[in-house]
T-cell receptor, first 116, second 116 residues
Framework: AQSVTQPDIHITVSEGASLELRCNYS??????LFWYVQSPGQGLQLLLK??????LVQGIKGFEAEFKRSQSSFNLRKPSVHWSDAAEYFC??????????????FGKGTKLSVKP | AAGVIQSPRHLIKEKRETATLKCYPI?????VYWYQQGPGQDPQFLIS???????DKGSIPDRFSAQQFSDYHSELNMSSLELGDSALYFC???????????????FGPGTRLLVL
């Protein structure tokens, strides 16, 4: 069965430091991978997505993610974290049903706190 | 740019009451997804519609029903509400290109339902 694992429930980094959020997936074929961010009490905002092609994808707000098939990973990175990045981050995989994307399966999320 | 609209944003109901949540997708989007996010949980897929027909079904209770209308908006009807139904309900929309798998789901701000 398809699944997404985010091993880190909570991460704290200092403002200006680099960030890497881990995401591993289990999927029978090439997945469609997404990172969403959720601020407290808010909806889910798409940061970036991977469908095919270049394995390093750029997103909004200075985020990037790298798809590594050999490691079944899609880790999210940012070289310098800003206080406004404090939020919860969800990795998701889009299974394919009959040629359409179907629903998303989410990881449990990683809560990011940023120290001044 | 226009986003997904959900109404109401907040809803308080008592046990055994009914509730109706509405979702207005991004213009030209033809697919709607419903997700439920319990407190501290990841979003769980409930149901989706494409061109007014049910497309996929997830962990939606029998007490819930949904439909998509001719203008592509969707409503989630919830009856015999239980305390455990208290959650954030997200709607997402996408544009499903026939024969292609290029959907990206864009999420609304959610409806926060509290059942007392």
């Amino acid at each position: 069965a398809q699944s997404v694992t985010q091993p880190d429930i909570h991460i704290t980094v200092s403002e200006g430091a680099s960030l890497e959020l881990r995401c591993n997936y289990s999927y029978g074929a090439t997945p469609y991978l997404f990172w969403y961010v959720q601020s407290p009490g808010q909806g889910l905002q798409l940061l970036l997505k991977y469908f095919s092609g270049d394995t390093l994808v750029q997103g909004i707000k200075g985020f990037e993610a790298e798809f590594k098939r050999s490691q079944s990973s899609f880790n999210l990175r940012k070289p310098s974290v800003h206080w406004s990045d404090a939020a919860e981050y969800f990795c998701a995989v889009g299974p394919v049903y009959g040629g359409s994307q179907g629903n998303l399966i989410f990881g449990k999320g990683t809560k990011l706190s940023v120290k001044p | 740019a226009a986003g997904v609209i959900q109404s109401p944003r907040h809803l308080i109901k008592e046990k055994r009451e009914t509730a109706t949540l509405k979702c207005y997708p991004i213009p030209r989007h033809d697919t709607v997804y419903w997700y439920q996010q319990g407190p501290g949980q990841d979003p769980q897929f409930l149901i989706s519609f494409y061109e007014k027909m049910q497309s996929d079904k997830g962990s939606i209770p029998d007490r819930f029903s949904a439909q998509q209308f001719s203008d592509y908006h969707s409503e989630l009807n919830m009856s015999s509400l239980e305390l455990g139904d208290s959650a954030l309900y997200f709607c997402a929309s996408s544009f499903r290109l026939a024969g292609l798998i290029l959907e990206t789901q864009y999420f609304g701000p959610g409806t926060r339902l509290l059942v007392l």
